[in-house]
Each structure stands twice: as C-alpha cells, then as structure tokens.
C-alpha cells in the first residue's frame, strides 16, 4: 500500500514510522524541510510549502499514493483533503469545511453552543475589537482572549495567569477584530485524540502535554515541550466519569458533523480542561497533537496501515485499535532561545546508547552529516516502561546526552509532577 505523509515534524516521523511497521506499506512524503528521520523512511520525498496544494496534488499522483495522511493543520485549511480526495486519493483529514472544527474558533463554539453539546464554556465572538474591549472592561472575572484563526498554539492570552485587565484589552484591540473571549478555564488539561471514519470514534490513550517553555510550567507557551501517557491509558486527575463525559462530548461532536453535511474523518484532537465543574472544552484540532502523536503511536501495537484503509471505507470499529499498556514520556529538545529568539545551525550530537526511541523535527542533516538546529523544536526523545518512573528515567537518560545548543524540559514526566498535578486537582 502506498501512503502520502503531509508534513515534516516529530508528529509526521511518527506517524511515519508506525504506518511503516506494516512491511508491505511504502510511504512517500511531502514536507516544507528535509526531515531526516522521514526521508529516511519514504521511498520518494518533495520539498515544497505544504499548502502549495497543486504541488501536493501532482506528487501525491506522480507517486501513485492510494491514500494520504495529512499532519498539520495548515494543508487542511487550504482544502488538501478536498483536492486530493477529487484526485481520487481518500485522506486522513477533514475536509476544509469540516476543519473548521480547529480553523475556525468562532465556528467551534457556535456548533457546540447551538447544537447544546456538554463543556462548552462561556464565549463571546466579536467582529470589531471596540466590542471586544468594551466587554472586557465591562466584564467582572478572568477572560481568555483568542484570534478567531490559527495561531500554532501561541495566539491565545489568558487573564490573571498572562496579562492583566490593561493587557488583555490592548491584545483585544492588536487583533482588529475577529475574537473569541471565554471564561478562564480553572483545572488540569488532558488531551483525548481519536480515529474517526465520519461516523464511528475509536479513542486512544489520554495524554498530558506541556505548553510552558521552562520548568515548573513557567515561562512563555510553546508548540508544546514533552507529554506523557499512564499505562492505564488513563490519567489520575481524571475519574471515570470525567472520561466518560469527555468521550461522549467527542462522540457528539462527529454525530453533529455528520448531521450538518460536514462528515468529520481524520483524527479528532479533544484539548480538555478538568474542572470542578467537570471537563470542558478548550479546543478540538483537526489532526494529531505534535507531541501527544509520538506517545500513542508509539504504543499503538495494531497496524496503522489497516487504520487508514478503515477510516477511508468508514468502516472503522474499536476491535482494530490497540495500544500497549505501558507508560510514555516524550521530552522535546529545543534550540538555544526557543519560542521567542531561536537561534538556528548550532551542530548537536546524540548519545549512542539512548534507550528511548527518537523522533526529528525540524534539524538539518548537512552533507557531512551533522544534525543543525532549526528555528522550531528539534527533536524528542519517547521513553516506554511499564510505569511511568520507567518511561522518564530511559526519556531523561536519552535527552541528557544530547550534546551541543539545545535544551529540554527534565521535569516532564516525573512523579513530582504528576503528584502536584493530582494536589492541584484535589484544591478546586
Ligand atoms: P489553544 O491555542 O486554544 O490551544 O490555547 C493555548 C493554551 O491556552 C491552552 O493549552 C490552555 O492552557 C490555555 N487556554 C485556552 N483557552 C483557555 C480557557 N478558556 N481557560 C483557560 N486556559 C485556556
């Protein structure tokens, strides 16, 4: 089976990489930058901006691909899945109106408002940022303020946590327009991602992922700096019930998509925020969370290859999904200066006897073989054992011998962590 990646980071290696585990599946790719990793995998790489969408289009059938995985969110928005679909080449994706789910803020808060769906949490969309500031300044309590469009994780300003009153109204009025304000969301994030074939929702293992560029969750958001997954597939802060709403919110969420004339198909990110109240939700992504895609997919014991060709036919079922019951921790490297002034071509070397396995991102392969930073993470390392010290001690032992200008987050995954996590629950 010939399968097309779309995109070039540590989600896109991994996804390789497991799509690759099945011995008769060949995969091409098509990414912005040469990712070492997958093109080491595929059998036929082209370069180019991934929204160039008749670029994809012509590699996509120039390399006979019977399916297509896309990656990240951008090549969504431009309507690849819907171009590759009339090439005859079915995805794993939604298509651009379904995307909206992630795209589109504004559509993702009225869809669940209008159709009652449970853990929408209180919003307001504003067109002129004259409306947006006189609703923070008349507001009593904590807002969050967020573009309506794709930021890459880094567009939104919480209230009482980033910015003051002044300075959620000055970022209000930067934006011109187009906003989103919510309630600020109190409680501990979980991420559930899921295979959908537009109608049937197969969940994977919860994961908890870690936006703060420093240790003790401080410091500016990232693209996300590491995650762990329990061997329970669950996570500790979260009960049963709480799962249980959080995948029937999901689950509501497709059945909705499907009655409006947008059938959702692809992965389905749910980004939860664990209240007293509850789950509620933060946002839902229209593909794989880059990291959580490394911890599930490196867990996932059945065939990925099959995944595809089930989620395409819409016959996907629970009995083809299985995940090892291990614990994950994935700890991300980053260049010197990351998120705000990162600085590129700093040489690295990685240690030879690392336990954990390892995903590139975005790191130039030179001629001579030397690993270059880039300006966006790096690497990550994944550690797997039967408990979660296990995963974190061979994750720590990888990404501590990693030498040259990089840094990583060493807090991630260990139990002190988790055990504050669990207290912090517990407080609300
Ligand atoms: P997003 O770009 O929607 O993923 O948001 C980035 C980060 O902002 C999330 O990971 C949350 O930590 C935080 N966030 C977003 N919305 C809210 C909210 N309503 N309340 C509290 N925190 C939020």
């Given at each position: 089976?010939?399968i097309?990646?779309?995109?070039?980071?540590g989600?896109?290696?991994?996804?390789?990489?497991?799509?690759?585990?099945?011995?008769?599946?060949?995969?091409c790719?098509?990414?912005?930058?040469?990712?070492?990793?997958?093109?080491?995998l595929?059998?036929?790489v082209?370069?180019?901006?991934?929204?160039d969408?008749?670029?994809?289009?012509?590699?996509?059938?120039?390399a006979?691909a019977e399916?297509?995985?896309i990656?990240p969110?951008?090549?969504?928005?431009a309507?690849?899945v819907?171009?590759?679909g009339?090439a005859?080449?079915?995805?794993?994706g939604?298509?651009?109106?379904a995307?909206?789910l992630?795209?589109?803020?504004?559509?993702?808060?009225q869809?669940?408002?209008m159709?009652?769906?449970?853990?929408?949490?209180?919003?307001?969309v504003?067109h002129?940022?004259?409306?947006?500031?006189?609703?923070?300044?008349?507001?009593?309590?904590?807002?969050v303020?967020k573009?309506?469009?794709?930021?890459?994780?880094?567009?939104?300003?919480?209230m009482?946590?980033?910015?003051?009153?002044?300075?959620?109204?000055?970022?209000?009025?930067?934006?011109?327009?187009?906003?989103?304000?919510?309630?600020?969301?109190?409680g501990e994030?979980?991420?559930?991602q899921a295979f959908?074939?537009?109608?049937?929702?197969?969940?994977?293992?919860?994961?908890?992922?870690?936006?703060?560029?420093f240790?003790?969750?401080?410091?500016?958001?990232?693209?996300?700096m590491?995650?762990?997954?329990?061997p329970?597939?669950?996570?500790?802060?979260?009960?049963?019930?709480?799962?249980?709403?959080?995948l029937?919110?999901?689950q509501?969420?497709?059945?909705v998509?499907?009655?409006?004339g947008?059938?959702?198909?692809?992965?389905?990110?749910?980004?939860?925020?664990?209240?007293?109240?509850g789950p509620?939700?933060?946002?839902?992504?229209a593909?794989?969370?880059?990291?959580?895609?490394?911890?599930v997919?490196?867990?996932?014991?059945?065939?990925?290859?099959?995944?595809?060709?089930?989620i395409a036919?819409?016959?996907?079922?629970?009995?083809?999904v299985?995940?090892k019951?291990r614990?994950?921790?994935?700890?991300?490297?980053?260049?010197k200066?990351?998120?705000?002034?990162?600085h590129?071509?700093?040489?690295i070397m990685?240690?030879?006897?690392?336990?954990?396995l390892?995903?590139y991102?975005?790191?130039?392969?030179?001629?001579?073989?030397?690993?270059?930073?880039?300006?966006s993470?790096?690497?990550?390392?994944?550690?797997i054992?039967?408990?979660?010290?296990?995963?974190?001690?061979?994750a720590?032992?990888?990404?501590s011998?990693?030498?040259?200008?990089?840094?990583?987050?060493?807090d991630?995954?260990?139990?002190?962590?988790?055990?504050?996590?669990?207290a912090?629950?517990?407080?609300?």
């Amino acid at each position: 089976m010939k399968i097309l990646v779309v995109g070039g980071g540590g989600r896109e290696h991994a996804i390789a990489a497991a799509l690759c585990r099945n011995a008769t599946t060949e995969i091409c790719s098509v990414m912005a930058k040469k990712n070492p990793g997958i093109a080491a995998l595929a059998k036929k790489v082209h370069l180019c901006r991934e929204t160039d969408v008749k670029s994809i289009v012509g590699f996509a059938k120039e390399a006979g691909a019977e399916y297509a995985f896309i990656g990240p969110e951008a090549p969504l928005e431009a309507g690849i899945v819907d171009a590759l679909g009339s090439a005859g080449i079915p995805c794993i994706g939604p298509t651009k109106a379904a995307a909206r789910l992630e795209t589109d803020k504004a559509f993702c808060r009225q869809m669940m408002d209008m159709n009652n769906l449970d853990g929408c949490p209180l919003y307001r969309v504003f067109h002129s940022s004259d409306d947006a500031v006189r609703f923070i300044e008349g507001y009593d309590g904590d807002l969050v303020v967020k573009p309506i469009g794709l930021t890459g994780g880094k567009g939104v300003r919480i209230m009482g946590e980033q910015v003051d009153r002044a300075g959620a109204i000055a970022y209000a009025r930067s934006l011109k327009g187009d906003v989103v304000l919510e309630e600020r969301l109190l409680g501990e994030e979980f991420t559930l991602q899921a295979f959908v074939d537009g109608n049937h929702l197969v969940p994977m293992p919860l994961v908890q992922d870690h936006k703060r560029a420093f240790e003790g969750d401080t410091g500016p958001n990232t693209g996300g700096m590491g995650s762990y997954s329990m061997p329970d597939h669950k996570l500790p802060f979260v009960s049963k019930k709480d799962y249980t709403r959080a995948l029937a919110i999901m689950q509501s969420v497709v059945a909705v998509m499907e009655r409006t004339g947008s059938p959702y198909q692809g992965i389905l990110y749910g980004q939860f925020m664990n209240t007293a109240e509850g789950p509620r939700v933060i946002e839902f992504n229209a593909r794989f969370g880059d990291p959580e895609a490394m911890n599930v997919l490196s867990l996932l014991s059945s065939d990925l290859s099959e995944i595809v060709c089930r989620i395409a036919e819409g016959s996907l079922a629970a009995s083809h999904v299985s995940f090892k019951s291990r614990a994950t921790v994935c700890k991300y490297l980053v260049p010197k200066g990351y998120p705000d002034t990162p600085h590129a071509g700093d040489p690295i070397m990685l240690p030879a006897d690392a336990r954990a396995l390892l995903y590139y991102a975005n790191v130039e392969k030179s001629a001579s073989g030397a690993l270059l930073t880039q300006t966006s993470r790096t690497l990550a390392y994944v550690g797997i054992g039967e408990t979660l010290e296990e995963a974190e001690r061979s994750a720590e032992q990888a990404a501590s011998g990693v030498t040259g200008e990089v840094r990583y987050r060493s807090d991630i995954g260990t139990r002190a962590l988790l055990d504050r996590r669990i207290a912090h629950m517990k407080e609300l």
